[in-house]
């Protein structure tokens, strides 16, 4: 952030964005950030690795925001992307933000949702779901992978 001379653009917050304020545990893997999760770490991948847990300040996305315009909102949340956006649905009303995820069932069931209510979900709030690494190629019902979603008032913006 610094060196790409943003410092006065971004905040950075040692906290964890969810469907609720409070403490989350949240499980990591040392040198590993990239698998970190709330309770507990499913990727099959770490099965032999290391586990630690540290407790983590959580806030919902408004929380964080308020009342400033969000146009982006980019999230690796290992399967929290659900429950995050859901509870930021007022926020995705207000300001239509693109949204770029993952979308993995395997990991969206961790947390009571799969890729199908995900996308359900974006497309009810007036969002175009399209796969993030072929634009122009539909999404199945069952879809894994990257997804982007515009908002209809931002279609071609």
Same mark, same amino acid.
């Given at each position: 952030? &610094?060196? %790409?001379g943003?410092?006065?653009?971004?905040?950075?917050? %040692?906290?964890?964005i969810g469907?609720?304020? +409070?403490?989350?545990?949240?499980?990591y893997?040392?040198?590993?950030?990239?698998?970190?999760?709330?309770d507990g770490?499913?990727? =099959?991948s770490? =099965?032999?690795?290391?586990?630690k847990?540290?407790?983590?300040?959580?806030f919902?996305?408004e929380?964080?925001v308020?009342?400033?315009k969000?146009?982006?909102?980019?999230m690796?949340v290992e399967g929290?992307e659900?429950l995050?956006? &859901?509870s =930021?649905? &007022?926020?995705?009303?207000?300001?239509?933000p693109?949204?770029?995820? &993952?979308?993995?069932?395997?990991v969206?069931k961790?947390?009571?949702s799969?890729?199908?209510?995900l996308?359900?979900?974006?497309?009810?709030? +007036?969002?175009?779901?399209? %796969?993030?690494?072929?634009?122009?190629?539909?999404?199945?019902?069952?879809?894994?992978?990257?997804?982007?979603?515009?908002?209809?008032? %931002?279609r +071609?913006?």
């Amino acid at each position: 952030i &610094e060196q %790409n001379g943003l410092s006065s653009r971004i905040k950075t917050l %040692n906290a964890c964005i969810g469907p609720s304020k +409070g403490t989350v545990s949240l499980s990591y893997i040392p040198g590993k950030s990239e698998y970190s999760s709330i309770d507990g770490i499913i990727h =099959a991948s770490t =099965a032999n690795e290391i586990k630690k847990t540290i407790d983590v300040d959580s806030f919902r996305l408004e929380d964080i925001v308020g009342d400033e315009k969000i146009a982006l909102i980019f999230m690796d949340v290992e399967g929290a992307e659900y429950l995050i956006l &859901e509870s =930021a649905k &007022e926020l995705l009303l207000r300001d239509h933000p693109k949204i770029f995820c &993952e979308c993995d069932t395997s990991v969206l069931k961790k947390f009571g949702s799969n890729s199908s209510s995900l996308i359900a979900f974006l497309e009810k709030q +007036g969002f175009e779901v399209k %796969n993030a690494r072929s634009y122009t190629s539909q999404l199945s019902k069952q879809f894994d992978g990257d997804i982007i979603a515009v908002h209809g008032t %931002n279609r +071609g913006k």
